[in-house]
Structures are given as C-alpha cells and as structure tokens.
C-alpha cells in the first residue's frame, strides 16, 4: 500500500462525500435518530483538504489492506432505503443446529425483526431496529462517547458513519441473563455492485449477560462491500460473547469496525471464524479504563485461492487489574494472504495489567503469505506482556504417521489442519455453534466449501 | 508373506541397504538385531514407505503385490503395520478420532462399511483392556503428554485395534521398564495367530524371552550376515557383534 493517497483514490473518496453533502436532507430524513449526529465526513473532508485533524490515512494500521484502494469501485447505495422484494427471514434460512436463537435477518442493510421476536426475550430487554427505538436519546445515552465516535484511522467507518441509516440495536437491562443468543444473519446478494453499510449497537446493563451470533454471507456475482460499525459497551459485571462467523465468497469485500467499551469488572469473549471470503478486514478496539477487565479474543481464518484477511486489535488498558488474551491461527493455502496485527496499549499510571497474545499460522502453499505483527505500547511499569508468532508448515513426520495407520494424506491434512484450528473453536463457550464450526470447518477442508446444512438460500429477487 | 529380495536403499544420498533378502511366511515371527547404524530402521521404514527413504534396487512383495508401488497409507490398509521407536504427538487430534479414522480408512479401503461411534467406542475400550490403558488418554491429543511406556503401549493397541497381517516393532522394548515390557510383549502376543507375522527389532534378550521367534536375523553394514534360530540371539546378547565381524573378515580374507 502506497504511504499516499493517489488523485484517484481522493476523487473517489470524495464522490462519497458529494453525495453526503447533495443527499443529506434525505439521509437526514431516512436515518434512525440515534444516528443523526454524525462525524464521518467531517474526518473524511479534513483527510482531504489536509486539514490539522485526528483522521489519518493511509496508516500503519492499514498496512495489508487498503481499504481506499477497495473504496474505488462504483458501488450503488441504499440512501433511499428500498427494501428487497422478499423477506429474507422467510426466503433464507440459517440455524445453527440444536440451538435456539432469537434470529433476525439484515439484507443489504436492511434489518428484517421476525414477528413475535421481542417475546423471546426478558421485559425490559429491547432488541430491534435503530428506528423503532422508543428512546433514542436515552439509549444514545448509555454508551460512551468513545465507543460511539469513529475510529480516526479508518475510512470505511467515516464512511459508514455518514451513510448508515438504521441498524440493529439490543438493550440488556441490568442484571438480565439473555436465555437464548441473538444471531444476527446478514446477507449480501444484490443483482449490481452495492455497498451496504450496517450498523449494531449493543448495550449490557450491570451484570447482564448476552451472546450474539454474527453470520455474514453472501451470494451472486456481483461485487459487494459491506461496512459494519459494531459499538459495544459492557457495563459493570456484565458478560458478552460475540461470535462472528464469515461465510462470503471471493465478489465481497467486508471492513468491519468494532469498538467496545469494558468497564469494570466486564468479560468480553469475542471469537470470530473467517471461512470463506474475499478481502476481509476487522478491526477491534477494546477499551478497558477501569478495574478486573477481562478480554478473551479468539480468531482463525481459513483462506485459499486469493482470499485475504486481517484481523486487527488493539486493546487500550488503563486503570487496574485489566486484562487481555488474544489467539489467532491461521491457516493460508492458495496464494491467499492473511495479516494480524494485536497492539496493546497501556496507558500511563495503569496498574496490575497482564496481556496475552498468540499468533500462529500454517501455510500450505509456497504461494500463501502471512504478516503477522505484535505491537506493544507501554507506559506503565507495572505490567505482564507477553507475546509470539509462529508460521509453519504442516508437520511431515505427523502426516506419515498417520498415512502409516491407513488414513489417506488428504485425510491425514484435513484433521492436521482441522486440529490446528480447533484451539481456537474450543474456547467457543457455546456448545452447538461450537460442534457446528468444528464441522464446517471440516467441510471446508475437505472441499473448500464452508456451507452448513441448517442453511439455505433462496433467490430473494430474482423470480419476482 | 513377505518376500524381500536384494534390497538397496538411501536416505539423503547415502546408502544404508546394500541387498538385503528376507522371507517371511505367515505365522512367523522374526528378530532383527545388528549394531547401531547397520540399517535395521531403514528397513523398517523402507518396508511402509516413509518418503525420506528411496530404493534403489531390489523388490518386496507382500501377499503377492508389489509393495513398492503403493502409497504408505495403501501398504497399512494392506495389513502393514509398524510401531515406531519413538512415537510422535499429534496435539489436537484425540487418540479416539485418530484410531477411528485409522480404522474406517481400512474397511473403505476393503469395501466394507464404515463402523459407527458407538460401535467403535466399544471395541476401544475392550482393546485396552489388553494394554491397561486408561479411558483418559483417549481424548487426549495422540501420544500427547504419553510417558514413553504409555506410548508404547499405546502402539499396542492402535496394533490391536486395526488388526494387521504383519507387524514390524522397532525397538519397541527401548526405554520400558520390566514391568512395562510385559505388558507390551504379552499384549502382542494375544494378537499373535497363524496368519498373521512380525518382523522384530531389539537389542535385549528380555524380547527374545517374551517372543520366542523362530528365526533371528543379524544386519550389518545393510547387509543380512547371519541368520538362525533364538540361540542366534543369546549368543549376542552374551558375546556381542565382534565375533561375527571377525568370523565375516576372516572369511573374506
């Protein structure tokens, strides 16, 4: 990636904010209120005009993706919020086998509540659209300035933040325990080249407990980008898994952006399974500046042909007794690239801070490259950091070993692989999405595939 | 069973085997023993087709087929089964699903039906019965955390549950205590039928004890020099390797 913008990509940029500026009554108008006050293209302007601002791009954190570079496809947009003809909560089914989620479907960037939805859930519990929110400056309220603003070094969010019109929004109460996770399926599969920018806010109350299942697919032959704006905020003695799983195809293109506020005494479990895709990028800053944070960040990607994906976190320890454990494996075939970044912050004065981090990575092919980077940034003396990488091919003495027992060597690499992987899927704290990617990710060993069998699609558009 | 004839093979260039014959019928077990270095574990290897090993002269034949133009994984679903000398750890993927691929990989290859979980879960845990392993190290990752012994043992029972026809052991009595090479020897020898042989490789006359073998080979310098009966290997255990270079240097003197 060049260290400047090219005219080309600042002319593309700009067309988004043009059509911000010459659309924005209608955005004004179409947007959920909790999302009206915006700050995107006050960042994306100031990038362009040079202006003395906090936004900044290209940067070292978008050092294996560019994401001005993918923002340069004429994309069609939603600004008019049309809907798909079809219901996708009735045309297309995904499930995770043996559990019972409260399920809501997003196509495009259109969110779609099955009837009889908030009934699942506790009273006092919302879960719904950005829209239908009762209290939009109440809720708008819960969350941290922090969490809520944009991330100064990423265009797809300045983007995302000055276009996104509604999005999905789960408010636990204090000391409510969801019974049921929330799976949240979205869906690309327009029948021209779209952008869809999606938006998710979740909210725990004191000691609430929630665990969301994020599911991204998509179908066709049209190039699709998806932007996603994730802003989490776990209060005091909650708890939060958040699952991810990618299942796109090599047309999409996915910049996903999350921000997540740990206050005290707060775990956050996040584990996200890239499958299949195209270019993928996410990026995760934990915020922890109080005490007895704890964050758990899990990953593994299985990429081949010319996938590409990047995971970046970056933790910003404060405060005392925070702490961290990243895991991220890999394994590239193909002549796919994968990068990882895990930056760990810790502020001046924070005390008792302990972090962890992992990245391990099978290549398969000679073609397949990954980056892998650990980037510690520490300001305090009393503190645990610890950190390694590894890249490596598959073990050749294990591989005869088997082969010696009769398994056949593609055999013999799939449960190599297969339990490369599998660190990463047990510490998935729920049971059935836990077996179920264990066995897509057998599938896509054995057949490059990744697709469940709970899963279905049926054309949303076409045959109307 | 086993018909190897005038073989010759290298591992990164160098030589080890230099013609080595051997017939072994069904029923039959037989002990290789010879100095360190002499090739016993090329042959071995040589004989499942380990990939770090070429041949470059010479043939084996096993019931009948050319052994040398299957892959390693054919040649195990053949009947051919070896126990290593040290085992490896395979983290993550627990002895069960392990010996349960292993298996089904072998009825496929023999058109039968594959056997179910449970089934096999059954059949485990009365195999290890023969060994004394406990039901714990079977969702371990294979050979993960296994002490020497356990690992050795545990190639006993992956012995014991796919059944083979011939059996080589490679110094599988190396590094077990007395009571462990028991259990390992006993435990091999109820598999022991008259269809089915092994090819043995120690140092110690403990094994002969246990085995009983019919013939005993010696190999030196890739080359089998002597063959005979279990005395064979008394003498050696008693008198070492020198006296038969001195008897083989005289005679080609």
Known sequence: ?464 | MLEIENLHATVEGKEILRGVSLTIAPGEVHVLMGPNGSGKSTLSNVLVGNPKYSVTEGSITFQGKDLLALSPDARACEGIFMSFQTPIEIPGVSMTKFLHAALNARRKYHGEKPIGGADFLKLLREKRKLVGLDAHFMNRGVNEGFSGGERKKGEILQMAILEPQFSILDETDSGLDVDALRIVADGFNALRTEKTSALVITHYQRMLDYLKPDFVHVLMNGRIVRSGDASLGYAIEEKGFDWIKEELNSTSA
């Not at chain 1, 707060?266 to 800053?285: A, D, H, K, V």
């Not at chain 1, 027992?405 to 510490?427: C, K, T, W």
């Not at chain 1, 704290?429 to 990744?450: K, N």
Request: hydrophobic share 35%; net charge negative; aromatic share 6%.
């Open chain 1, 1 to 464: 990636m060049s260290r400047h913008l090219t005219q080309q990509q600042k002319d593309a940029l700009k067309e988004y904010l043009d059509l911000f500026e010459q659309n924005s009554r209608q955005i004004e108008g179409a947007s959920a209120p909790m999302l009206r006050k915006r700050s995107g293209d006050a960042l994306l302007r100031n990038l362009l005009e040079g202006k003395d601002s906090p936004a900044h791009y290209p940067n070292e954190r978008f050092l294996y993706t560019d994401v001005a570079e993918a923002l340069m496809t004429d994309y069609g947009l939603n600004i008019y919020c049309r809907r798909p003809c079809v219901n996708p909560a009735e045309t297309y089914h995904c499930e995770v086998k043996g559990l019972q989620a409260a399920t809501i479907y997003v196509h495009g960037d259109s969110v779609y509540i099955p009837d009889g939805l908030p009934q699942l859930l506790p009273e006092g519990t919302y879960l719904g659209t950005l829209k239908d929110c009762a209290e939009p400056e109440r809720v708008r309220a819960l969350f941290s300035d922090k969490a809520w603003e944009p991330d100064s070094s990423d265009p797809s969010n300045w983007i995302n933040d000055m276009i996104a019109l509604d999005g999905i929004c789960l408010v636990v109460p204090d000391g409510v325990k969801l019974p049921m996770p929330v799976q949240i399926v979205n869906i690309a599969d327009w029948a021209l080249d779209m952008m869809s920018n999606r938006r998710l806010c979740i909210y725990l109350g004191r000691k609430a407990e929630a665990d969301i299942i994020v599911c991204d697919h998509a179908y066709g032959e049209n190039l699709q980008l998806t932007t996603s704006n994730v802003t989490l905020q776990l209060s005091e003695g909650s708890r939060l898994g958040y699952y991810s799983v990618e299942q796109t195809n090599e047309k999409t293109t996915r910049f996903c952006n999350i921000r997540a506020m740990q206050l005290s005494d707060s775990q956050l479990e996040y584990n996200s399974i890239t499958l299949q895709c195209g270019t993928t990028r996410s990026t995760l800053t934990i915020m922890q500046p109080e005490h007895g944070a704890v964050a758990e960040v899990c990953g593994a990607v299985v990429a081949g042909k010319s996938e590409r994906a990047d995971n970046y976190v970056r933790v910003e320890h404060g405060g005392e007794g925070n702490s961290s454990n990243m895991l991220f494996k890999y394994v590239l075939g193909g002549k796919s690239v994968g990068a990882f970044t895990g930056e760990v912050f810790v502020a001046e004065g924070a005390r008792q801070i302990s972090s962890e981090q992992q990245s391990q990575n099978l290549l398969t092919t000679d073609e397949a490259r990954v980056y892998s980077r650990p980037v510690l940034e520490i300001y305090a003396d009393d503190v645990k950091c610890n950190h390694g990488a590894t890249v490596g091919k598959l073990d050749e003495t294990a591989l005869f070993y088997m082969q010696q027992r009769g398994i056949s060597e593609p055999d013999a690499r799939m449960l190599l692989q297969h339990a490369f992987v599998n660190d990463v899927l047990q510490r998935i704290s729920i049971p059935a999405l836990r077996e179920q990617l264990s066995t897509l990710v057998e599938r896509r060993f054995r057949s490059g595939r990744a697709q469940c069998d709970g899963c279905r699609m049926i054309d949303l558009c076409k045959d109307n």
